[in-house]
């Protein structure tokens, strides 16, 4: 039985035929519609979300599977002092599957280590997200035709940011690929990052502050919001948290075909007039990420679909 803690637990093939999986779901989505009828998905999110739950719930839904779960910690019976691994052991009384999000780093690792099911991390405090990265790579192989020789840069907070820690770790693996990290002096991208993935690989990167001084030189820009409920500090929160707004203007420095991408929810960072920009790709995103988690479920139970 396979869990997902990390992007890095699938190889670079793996991760391939993953995408096909999701390309063909995209192009064939009648194919799968009872692909899991009769299997269901627990979704145990002890923290807030919006697009991760709902598109694990659509994925497994589109796939004539149902679904389960909590929405919040006080919801649930965390709230009554209960452990992760009780819960999850009970849980797999309930469901084939579940997807768990969690406050603490390493808290569906720790479910993992007891669980009967395939467990899935949708989001570990500022860890790891790797759902979120397998539908960012998709939206990159879909939007840019390739995973390799770009020049990416992220921009916002970086130092509690999940989504580009696991998007980093993920696009490491691919040739050619050039970081630009573009952030606050107090937001950076931690050390672990630096030493353990690019340091260690010999991999290029830059990091500035001025978005506006390495616009041309991107393939694609991943925006992210500060992300306020992982600072101890309100102040700092305020002082930072409007920091970089990208708008049109910032947009014309840019390549006619760079990207825009960001996992959601937006608060300032971009300007709802970019929206009509072609180059935003932050809705199509959210569609890829249907089709990956379609994929990722049909992986993680083993269901061939011919
Ligand atoms: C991200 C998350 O939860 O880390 N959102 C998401 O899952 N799409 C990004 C964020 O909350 O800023």
């Known amino acids: 039985m396979r869990h997902l803690m990390s992007p890095l637990d699938f190889s670079v093939e793996e991760l391939d035929q993953l995408l096909d999986l999701a390309g063909d779901i995209e192009r064939h989505p009648e194919k799968y519609a009872h692909a ?11 923290e807030p979300s919006t ?32 452990s ?27 479910a993992s280590a007891v669980s009967s099911i395939p467990v899935i991390n949708a989001g570990d405090g500022g860890h790891q997200h790797p759902t979120q990265t397998l539908t960012d790579l998709l939206t990159i192989r879909s939007l840019k035709g390739r995973l390799g020789n770009l020049t990416i840069g992220l921009c916002g907070d970086l130092k509690f940011g999940r989504t580009v820690h696991s998007l980093v770790k993920a696009l490491a693996r691919y040739e ?5 990290f573009i952030s606050p002096e107090e937001l950076r991208v931690p050390s672990y990052i630096k030493e353990d993935v690019l340091d260690a690989q010999n991999l290029p990167y830059r990091e500035v502050e001025r978005l506006e001084d390495v616009m041309a030189d ?15 500090n309100e102040e700092d929160y ?36 970019v929206d009509k920009d072609p180059r935003a790709a932050y809705f199509r995103q959210v569609q890829y990420g249907v089709y990956v988690r ?7 139970l083993e269901v061939k679909v011919c």
Do not use: W
């Open 176 to 180: 050619n690929v050039t970081f630009v």
């Open 238 to 273: 305020i002082r930072l948290k409007d920091f970089y707004i990208l708008d049109n203007k910032k947009m014309s420095l840019a390549k006619d075909d760079m990207i825009v991408m960001h996992p959601l929810p937006r608060v300032n960072e971009i300007s709802v007039e």
């Open 294 to 300: 379609m994929a990722l479920i049909l992986t993680l």
């Open 218 to 232: 991107l393939d694609i820009l991943y925006m992210t919001r500060v992300q306020q409920e992982r600072f101890f």
């Open 36 to 46: 899991c009828d009769g299997k269901k998905l627990a979704t145990l999110f002890y």
């Open 84 to 110: 992760v691994s009780d819960t999850i052991r009970m849980i797999s009384c309930y469901a084939d599957i579940c997807a768990m999000r969690h406050h603490k780093e390493g808290a569906p690792m720790v």
């Open 51 to 82: 697009r991760t739950r709902l598109s694990f719930e659509a994925a497994m839904l589109n796939l004539g599977g149902s679904v389960l779960g909590f929405s919040s910690a006080a919801s649930s019976s965390a709230s009554k002092g209960e």
